[in-house]
């Protein structure tokens, strides 16, 4: 009688135990993420922040960042034809600096605000002294903390006509602060 007893108490707590320890490793898991880089073509490298590491998510990832980068590339090109006292790189760190005299104003592309990873802004911070940053992303998440950060405005890319004109006016309207 008392093995029996001793059986069930045994496997009750090991009931318990498993369960509030796949609780806990659920928690963890959905807070875990992974940087992946990659290197583009040119030799840029690339860094984002994903929460899965399943090949679609990465693949959609990248696909509509570099669909951004294209899309402010060309924007900046037009920028740059319009006002020759704007300069713009690309730079290792950001996707692209842009500067007229001291003030400078970086653009970084991402998917989802969620994509920028946590030592971004801190190495943005210590590279150029306190810049104005534009993240432009595919999708606004509501639950993202970055949105209250001095300097930093996330823009949402939205397809109309009348986008590209509104993101070089934030641009330029960034660059006249003082």
Do not use: C, W
């Given at each position: 009688?008392?093995?029996?007893?001793?059986?069930?108490?045994?496997?009750?707590?090991?009931a318990?135990?498993?369960?509030?320890?796949?609780?806990?490793?659920?928690?963890?898991?959905k807070s875990?993420?992974?940087?992946?880089?990659?290197?583009?073509?040119?030799g840029k490298?690339?860094?984002i922040?994903?929460?899965?590491l399943?090949p679609?998510?990465?693949k959609?990832?990248?696909?509509?960042e570099?669909?951004l980068?294209?899309f402010i590339?060309?924007?900046?090109?037009?920028?740059?034809?319009?006002?020759?006292?704007?300069?713009?790189?690309e730079?290792?760190?950001?996707?692209?600096?842009?500067?007229q005299?001291?003030?400078?104003?970086i653009?970084?592309?991402?998917a989802s605000?969620?994509?920028?990873?946590d030592?971004?802004?801190?190495?943005?911070?210590?590279?150029f002294?306190?810049?104005?940053t534009?993240?432009?992303?595919e999708?606004?998440?509501?639950?993202?903390?970055?949105?209250?950060?001095?300097?930093?405005?996330?823009?949402?890319?939205?397809?109309n006509n009348?986008?590209?004109?509104e993101?070089?006016?934030?641009?330029?309207?960034?660059l006249?602060?003082?």
């Amino acid at each position: 009688m008392l093995q029996l007893l001793f059986a069930l108490l045994a496997g009750t707590t090991a009931a318990i135990t498993g369960y509030f320890s796949s609780l806990f490793f659920a928690k963890r898991a959905k807070s875990r993420y992974r940087v992946i880089e990659f290197t583009l073509e040119n030799g840029k490298k690339q860094r984002i922040k994903v929460d899965s590491l399943n090949p679609e998510v990465i693949k959609d990832a990248v696909e509509s960042e570099l669909q951004l980068e294209n899309f402010i590339r060309s924007s900046l090109k037009e920028l740059v034809q319009s006002n020759g006292k704007i300069k713009v790189r690309e730079d290792e760190l950001a996707d692209f600096v842009i500067t007229q005299g001291d003030q400078v104003v970086i653009v970084e592309a991402k998917a989802s605000a969620k994509n920028m990873t946590d030592d971004f802004l801190p190495k943005l911070e210590k590279k150029f002294q306190n810049p104005y940053t534009i993240l432009l992303v595919e999708k606004i998440t509501s639950d993202d903390p970055k949105h209250d950060i001095k300097n930093l405005k996330v823009i949402r890319r939205v397809r109309n006509n009348n986008f590209k004109l509104e993101f070089l006016r934030e641009i330029v309207s960034a660059l006249s602060m003082k």
